[in-house]
């Protein structure tokens, strides 16, 4: 099994006698492996160093505390909950393949066993049938009703109505599935602009959302993909799935540096319940070891 960056941390430290530039070269190395890209992992390493020679600082234990908070500066957290009384849209972004029409389905089993009785999701990736089927069956699942049009038709039409199927019950929340596909970037592109102007219209003020789902595995890959994403639509907050502690998973210190995008949900595993809010130090401890 692959070592985890904690453990690789550790063996750093017993192999490196003495903290000088070889031990901050391969403490550097040792980050961009972690998926903390080459960039974000030169400067913070840069910045540690001159804190430690600053503070004559050479324990292990303090070298460590000293990088846990300048990841946790780079980290960003949001925590996200539906405005009671108020029509709330959260429109789903990600490439396929990153578990984002999962993460619909867990984000709604989520709110619905928080007692929000109001909830439709909608199926906006009308460009793949399994994608439509996926989420019609996610949605008998877990008891949550599904607004889907025929395979092909126009995504933001199906917004629209979800939006007016929760608006007849008074408020509520719509969560709307769509597509990813990023070979096509200039059509996605257009297509995310259509829903998001539908999704704006259709929500309260200050009650929608745009919510990306990457794959804590993918690293530099992830980074990209919220970028896209990002440039398409501004996006609000993440959604870490296939996150394992022993996995690289620095991906969201790169992403919170360079894009600034704040973490909401983490996934750990393939059932409904396997999602949670993010916490940003317990994520930095178990990226670190400690």
Same mark, same amino acid.
């Given at each position: 099994?692959?070592?985890?960056?904690?453990?690789?941390?550790?063996?750093?430290?017993?192999?490196?006698?003495?903290?000088?530039?070889?031990?901050?070269?391969?403490?550097?190395?040792?980050?961009?492996?972690?998926?903390?890209?080459?960039?974000?992992?030169?400067?913070?390493?840069?910045?540690?160093?001159?804190?430690?020679?600053?503070?004559?600082?050479?324990?292990?234990?303090?070298?460590?505390?000293?990088?846990?908070?300048?990841?946790?500066?780079?980290?960003?957290?949001?925590?996200?909950?539906?405005?009671?009384?108020?029509?709330?849209?959260?429109? +789903?972004?990600?490439?396929? %393949?990153?578990?984002?029409?999962?993460? &619909?389905?867990?984000? /709604?089993?989520?709110? #619905?066993? *928080? $007692?929000?009785?109001?909830?439709?999701?909608?199926?906006?990736?009308?460009?793949?049938?399994?994608?439509?089927?996926?989420?019609?069956?996610?949605?008998?699942?877990?008891?949550?009703?599904? +607004?889907?049009?025929?395979? %092909?038709?126009?995504?933001?039409?199906? &917004?629209?109505?979800? /939006?007016?199927?929760? #608006?007849? *019950? $008074?408020?509520?929340?719509?969560?709307?599935?769509?597509?990813?596909?990023?070979?096509?970037?200039?059509?996605?592109?257009?297509?995310?602009?259509?829903?998001?102007?539908?999704?704006?219209?259709?929500?309260?003020?200050?009650?929608?959302?745009?919510?990306?789902?990457?794959?804590?595995?993918?690293?530099?890959?992830?980074?990209?993909?919220?970028?896209?994403?990002?440039?398409?639509?501004?996006?609000?907050?993440?959604?870490?799935?296939?996150?394992?502690?022993?996995?690289?998973?620095?991906?969201?210190?790169?992403?919170?540096?360079?894009?600034?995008?704040?973490?909401?949900?983490?996934?750990?595993?393939?059932?409904?319940?396997?999602?949670?809010?993010?916490?940003?130090?317990?994520?930095?401890?178990?990226?670190?070891?400690?």
């Amino acid at each position: 099994m692959k070592q985890s960056f904690g453990e690789r941390l550790k063996s750093l430290f017993s192999k490196k006698t003495t903290i000088n530039e070889d031990f901050y070269d391969d403490l550097t190395d040792l980050l961009v492996e972690g998926d903390i890209g080459a960039k974000t992992a030169y400067e913070i390493v840069d910045e540690l160093q001159s804190i430690c020679s600053k503070e004559k600082i050479t324990e292990e234990k303090e070298i460590i505390n000293e990088l846990k908070k300048l990841l946790l500066a780079e980290v960003k957290s949001v925590k996200l909950e539906p405005a009671a009384d108020k029509q709330n849209v959260w429109m +789903v972004l990600g490439v396929n %393949g990153v578990g984002k029409t999962t993460s &619909v389905a867990k984000l /709604a089993k989520l709110f #619905k066993d *928080k $007692g929000l009785e109001n909830l439709v999701l909608a199926s906006a990736d009308t460009f793949r049938a399994a994608a439509i089927e996926q989420l019609d069956t996610h949605g008998q699942k877990i008891g949550v009703r599904v +607004v889907s049009h025929q395979h %092909g038709s126009d995504p933001s039409a199906v &917004v629209y109505d979800a /939006a007016d199927a929760v #608006k007849a *019950k $008074g408020p509520g929340l719509v969560i709307a599935d769509t597509a990813g596909r990023l070979h096509n970037k200039e059509n996605l592109v257009r297509e995310l602009q259509k829903i998001d102007r539908t999704c704006t219209l259709k929500a309260d003020e200050g009650c929608y959302k745009r919510i990306i789902v990457i794959d804590a595995t993918t690293g530099q890959n992830a980074l990209r993909q919220a970028e896209v994403f990002n440039d398409a639509v501004k996006v609000d907050a993440l959604i870490m799935t296939k996150y394992d502690s022993t996995a690289k998973g620095g991906v969201a210190v790169s992403i919170g540096r360079e894009l600034g995008i704040p973490v909401a949900f983490i996934c750990t595993g393939e059932k409904y319940e396997n999602i949670d809010y993010f916490d940003p130090e317990k994520y930095i401890d178990e990226f670190l070891g400690l």
